[in-house]
């Protein structure tokens, strides 16, 4: 049985939003929020009953905002915006990230400045708890204003048109509703609008693509730390008095990660009074890069977090003085720097692992057996696996470039500046399939040369990390295809299988 997440609307921590991407929880909206949300909605039917002209309520909408719309016509406004933003195409939006958007796209309406009815956020929490998840295709958005057509598909459903998957199926918006025990929503004035402007595509694509990214981090962790044990390397740059003196919090939690890990090793302690003076960057500089990545990671994740919990609608409703103000809060350009910024960091990670599996081949500085194999020259060992590691680290360079930078107008001109967040965010997700892929073939190759160095024993904290690997992926005794180890290792990165064991999260931005 699913477990339950009440939505304080405005008060989803990080902790919660990891929940809805990793439990698909049972959703229940706090009655502390019914109040604010019918008077917004209140608020709107006395705008509307004064003849005031108000922006996408009884307007048309971005260039046709010029347009007034009927009063008899205003039911009609709303159908049909909907219908008319339903222009994504691509592949649809996995189920983990459209089950994010129904709840941010609930706890950003239930703050009561949307001017949207209860019965519709239930609507959308019933259809989320039952399972019947809107297909959403991934492409379609600029992130301004708002990711439109994404959300213009979730919200289809909600009138009984559009398509949605339910216990693996794929259904028309009518059946979907039924499935779920509704009836199709007549939409008020306002509520498709207020349905589909709002930056929930983008973050939840960001936010999904963080919280993949996370779980390498933890296994890159624990990878790092197998390969200085593997290629006998020093653990005096981790000690805790260098990175006192550089006041980045990231360096120094990582630095006494790395200590903990290598803590007992009997490995290290066979070469204290060796004669090589410095490691190779990739090995001596780990806390000082990983620490980076970890800082930069948690500061984007506060922004997400917050972004979280706004309200990226416009007009926003302000019931108190019964105003409804036109803004810009749909523009999703701080989702688009956080994006950005997680982006640079993750090819960081892919960077730094690259780096040390290409040691590990080098017997010169590993001083092990040359490509991790018996007979080297009748085998080639991990040779190829480290081409494959280079090959995506190339790829997810180039993913790492900033999608912020980049700007179209749109709607004839009035949509002049766009954040491009939604690309940003979703690349977040294809960076992560590589990242786990290139920490995979490190894992292998450090667990490889801890075995060649038996009798000698790593630490208890990598035997466990050696053992998980094993648990997939045997010792390399001969040549064989080693693509179904990667990918079995790199399942278990991304089942979060080394998250213990490196002990780390992006809490705390």
């Not at 940003?424 to 667990?447: F, P, S, Y």
């Not at 179904?484 to 490196?502: L, N, Q, S, T």
């Amino acid at each position: 049985m699913a477990t339950r997440l009440r939505i304080i609307p405005g008060e989803l921590v990080l902790g919660d939003l990891r929940r809805l991407y990793r439990e698909r929880p049972h959703l229940e909206l706090d009655p502390s929020a019914r109040e604010a949300i019918a008077d917004s909605a209140a608020t709107v039917a006395r705008v509307i009953a004064s003849g005031k002209v108000v922006y996408g309520v009884n307007t048309g909408f971005g260039k046709l905002a010029t347009r007034t719309i009927p009063a008899d016509h205003l039911a009609d406004l709303q159908r049909a915006l909907v219908r008319s933003h339903c222009a994504g195409v691509g592949d649809p939006l996995a189920d983990q990230v459209v089950f994010l958007v129904m709840a941010l796209k609930a706890n950003g309406l239930a703050r009561g400045h949307s001017g949207i009815r209860g019965e519709v956020i239930d609507a959308l929490l019933t259809l989320a708890n039952a399972g019947v998840l809107p297909v959403i295709p991934s492409q379609g958005s600029v992130g301004a204003s708002g990711d439109l057509a994404p959300l213009a598909h979730m919200s289809a459903v909600l009138i009984g048109e559009g398509e949605a998957v339910h216990d693996g199926k794929r259904l028309h918006g009518a059946q979907a509703l039924e499935a779920a025990g509704l009836t199709p929503c007549e939409l008020a004035p306002k509520e498709g609008l207020a349905l589909l402007n709002g930056t929930q595509v983008s973050t939840a694509l960001a936010l999904a693509g963080l919280f993949e990214i996370e779980r390498v981090f933890n296994a890159a962790m624990v990878a790092g730390a197998m390969t200085v044990d593997a290629a006998m390397g020093s653990d005096t740059p981790f000690d805790a008095r260098i990175h006192a003196l550089r006041a980045h919090p990231g360096q120094a939690e990582t630095a006494a990660v790395y200590r903990r890990l290598l803590h007992g090793s009997a490995i290290r302690v066979s070469h204290l009074e060796c004669d090589r003076v410095q490691d190779p960057y990739s090995l001596r500089c780990q806390p000082q890069v990983m620490g980076a990545v970890l800082d930069h990671l948690r500061f984007a994740a506060g922004r997400l977090a917050a972004e979280a919990n706004a309200v990226s609608d416009n007009p926003l409703v302000f019931s108190d003085t019964g105003e409804v103000m036109s803004g810009g809060n749909f523009h999703a350009e701080p989702v688009a720097f956080a994006a950005d910024q997680i982006a640079i960091a993750a090819s960081e990670i892919g960077a730094l692992s690259e780096r040390r599996t290409a040691m590990l081949m080098d017997a010169n500085i590993s001083t092990l057996p040359p490509f991790l194999v018996a007979e080297p020259g009748i085998n080639s060992g991990f040779m190829i696996a480290q081409v494959t590691a280079a090959a995506l680290q190339s790829e997810t360079k180039l993913l790492a470039s900033p999608a912020s930078i980049d700007s179209l107008p749109t709607s004839a001109n009035q949509e002049d500046h766009v954040s491009m967040a939604t690309h940003g965010a979703r690349r977040l997700l294809a960076m992560a399939a590589n990242l786990r892929r290139i920490v995979a073939v490190e894992l292998l190759c450090a667990a490889q040369g801890i075995d060649l160095r038996r009798p000698l024993a790593t630490s208890p904290a990598l035997a466990e990390a050696v053992a998980e690997i094993r648990s997939v992926a045997d010792f390399f005794e001969n040549d064989r295809p080693v693509a179904p180890d990667i990918e079995a290792v790199a399942a278990r990165i991304g089942a979060g299988a080394f998250d213990r064991i490196a002990g780390m999260t992006v809490d705390g931005g």
